[in-house]
């Protein structure tokens, strides 16, 4: 038995020299872009402002940090309960914080099964008849007992394991991300849909005005059709302007209806719970200081670009398996225990079995297999990177349109608040003649109508400003590095980095 023990050595010390050794690529994170802006034009340092509710200039702050509950920078306790309810009771986010869970126990499953030697301990018992026939005997029966602790071990000589082992840290990185992407996923959507909500409370409530003018413009009009000041034609117009104006208000409170459900279902409850919070752009404060990413920070920020990432450290470590499969791979096995014919005599000692065994194995030829695996893995890590940079670049789009879309957005609000202040005033102006005599109620009830369509105007674009801002948030990454683990629930409680 010296040439077991002989071979063994031979491959423990060729293990040990060879431990060094791993197959690439070795992986490095892609370098951030190298970019200074996000934008091909300067951006102001600030929006411009307008003279009415939720007008407040935007100041760009480049390099502050944003918080990791940046909804809270809207200032409505109400939001910020319906947020902590939906983290909490989400089925989607529970779905990704399982997957997560699930991910890294099958990393721990693998490290345990490829880190470290296989020991198993093996007790059997059978009855055996045996021929005698070769001995000139009669055949024998018996009982045969039969315990052993058996030992193997397969050297990661060319890194596979190691490999392997890499990328399955990989996808548990990818899970992690993925989390934080339906993190934020979730909480700018309630953020948005509440946003929607209160506009079309905002807009519904501006319509039934306008309808309430037009029922009087009309009876004003059939008053004086009975007259005979107007034709009959100009009863029919205004009947016809009643009628278009109140085919406005279903939709309006459909869609409303809709967003009630999509918030409820975000905040994990049935539609029809009724326990939502009612949301008025009133309640909700424009944020005025607007932490911005610097751009050589953003892929570091960005869940998706990090998930990105991810898949590309795993492709990178397929790689590295599918070189290792073509290097030779030595495993080491060996086995003790004892063997009787009784229970009595099984631990005895004197029925003592063993053995100790190396293998070698060293693929010559799988008809081009192992070489077509390692060129599919290495377009698979090709993909993976333009997928990369597909990611990143899509991830500064988002930062870009969104910033352009403030600015904008300021800049709409402030002409709708000019349109809808001289609505305003024309009004007022109206109503002044009215009442000394100079115009009559019909000129009144249109200039009414006028400023209520102005007001619905400046609504929209007060809702659009609050839900840009929103997205700028998400767009940067939401602060999710600057969240403690606990407050990310179990599946957050790592690094963060």
């Not at 951006?43 to 100041?59: E, I, K, N, W």
């Not at 944003?66 to 947020?83: G, N």
Request: charged share 15%.
């Amino acid at each position: 038995m010296k040439w077991l023990f002989m071979s063994a050595a031979i491959a423990g010390i060729t293990a040990m020299a060879l431990a060094g050794c791993t197959v690439g690529p070795d992986f490095h994170a892609p370098a951030v872009p190298a970019a200074s802006t996000y934008t091909a034009s300067p951006l102001p340092a600030q929006t411009v402002a307008a003279p009415t509710d939720g007008g407040a200039a935007q100041r760009f702050a480049f390099a502050r940090q944003l918080p990791s509950r940046w909804w809270r920078l809207f200032r409505s306790p109400a939001l910020d309960a319906l947020i902590k309810q939906g983290l909490a009771q989400s089925p989607t986010l529970s779905a990704a914080r399982a997957a997560l869970r699930e991910t890294r126990e099958n990393f721990r499953a693998a490290g345990g099964a490829l880190h470290y030697p296989r020991l198993d301990a093996n007790l059997s018992a059978q009855r055996q008849r045996s021929s005698g026939a070769a001995f000139g005997g009669s055949n024998i029966e018996y009982n045969l007992y039969n315990a052993s602790v058996g030992v193997s071990y397969t050297l990661d000589l060319a890194g596979g394991t190691r490999r392997q082992l890499e990328g399955l840290q990989a996808r548990v990185d990818y899970q992690r991300y993925r989390f934080e992407g339906v993190y934020l996923a979730l909480t700018g959507n309630i953020v948005t849909t509440a946003i929607r909500e209160a506009a079309l409370r905002e807009q519904i409530a501006a319509t039934r005005n306008i309808l309430a003018a037009e029922r009087k413009q009309l009876a004003m009009v059939k008053r004086q059709f009975e007259l005979g000041a107007v034709s009959r034609a100009s009863v029919l117009s205004q009947q016809s302007q009643l009628a278009t104006t109140g085919a406005t208000l279903p939709p309006l409170q459909k869609q409303l209806a809709f967003t009630r459900h999509a918030l409820a279902v975000l905040a994990g409850q049935l539609p029809g719970a009724g326990h939502l919070p009612v949301f008025r752009l009133d309640s909700l404060h424009l944020p005025e200081v607007l932490p911005v990413t610097l751009p050589s920070t953003l892929a570091r920020r960005r869940p998706d670009i990090r998930a990105a990432e991810a898949l590309l450290h795993q492709a990178g470590a397929a790689v590295g398996v599918a070189t290792a499969n073509l290097y030779p791979r030595i495993t080491l096995s060996g086995s003790f225990g004892t063997q009787a014919t009784t229970t009595g005599d099984l631990f005895t000692g004197g029925g003592a079995i063993w053995n100790i065994g190396a293998g070698l194995l060293q693929p010559l030829f799988h008809g081009g297999e192992l070489s077509a695996k390692r060129r599919a893995a290495v377009a698979a890590y090709d993909q993976a990177a333009a997928q990369y940079r597909q990611t990143v670049l899509q991830a500064f789009r988002n930062v870009a349109d969104v910033l352009c879309a403030l600015d904008s957005d300021a800049r709409t609000l402030l002409a709708r608040a000019a349109a809808e202040a001289a609505a305003r005033a024309s009004f007022d102006l109206t109503r002044r003649q009215f009442r000394l005599g100079a115009v009559n109620y019909l000129v009144l009830l249109v200039a009414q109508r006028d400023c209520q369509q102005a007001r619905i105007g400046l609504i929209a674009a007060r809702a659009q400003r609050y839900a840009d801002t929103a997205a700028l948030f998400q767009a940067l990454g939401g602060g999710w590095w600057n969240r403690s683990p606990a407050a990310a629930g179990p599946a957050a409680k790592q690094k963060m980095d």
